[in-house]
C-alpha cells in the first residue's frame, strides 16, 4: 500500500495502487531496483515492473495526477512468453 501526501499542504491522497486487493502489483522491496519514478515538478508517475492479475501484463505504467487522483495515461507491456529466452 502506499499513499501520496502533498508537502506543502500535508494533504493525503490516495495512490494509483489503491491498496490491499488491487490488480496492479509493484516491488517496492529495499533490495530491487528502483521501481517507481516521480519528481517534485510532475504529475506524472511511472511504474516499471509493474503487472496486473496473475501478473501475465508486466510492463511500465504511466500514471497522471490531476484534480486530487491518478489517471492511467499510457502503458507499455513486455512479452514474457521468450522471457529468459536468447
Same mark, same amino acid.
Given at each position: 500500500?502506499?499513499?501520496?501526501?502533498?508537502?506543502?499542504?500535508?494533504? *493525503?491522497?490516495?495512490?494509483?495502487?489503491? %491498496?490491499?486487493? =488491487?490488480?496492479?502489483? @509493484?516491488?517496492?522491496?529495499?533490495?530491487?531496483?528502483?521501481?517507481?519514478?516521480?519528481?517534485?515538478?510532475?504529475?506524472?508517475? *511511472?511504474?516499471?515492473?509493474?503487472?496486473? %492479475?496473475?501478473? =501475465?501484463?508486466?510492463? @511500465?505504467?504511466?500514471?497522471?495526477?490531476?484534480?486530487?487522483?491518478?489517471?492511467?495515461?499510457?502503458?507499455?507491456?513486455?512479452?514474457?512468453?521468450?522471457?529468459?529466452?536468447?
Amino acid at each position: 500500500m502506499m499513499a501520496v501526501v502533498d508537502a506543502v499542504t500535508g494533504k *493525503v491522497y490516495g495512490s494509483p495502487i489503491p %491498496g490491499v486487493g =488491487t490488480d496492479l502489483y @509493484v516491488s517496492t522491496d529495499v533490495m530491487s531496483e528502483k521501481q517507481i519514478d516521480f519528481r517534485p515538478d510532475s504529475s506524472l508517475m *511511472v511504474f516499471r515492473n509493474a503487472c496486473r %492479475g496473475a501478473r =501475465t501484463e508486466c510492463g @511500465v505504467y504511466y500514471f497522471n495526477f490531476k484534480n486530487g487522483h491518478f489517471d492511467l495515461v499510457k502503458r507499455v507491456l513486455v512479452d514474457l512468453t521468450n522471457a529468459g529466452q536468447k
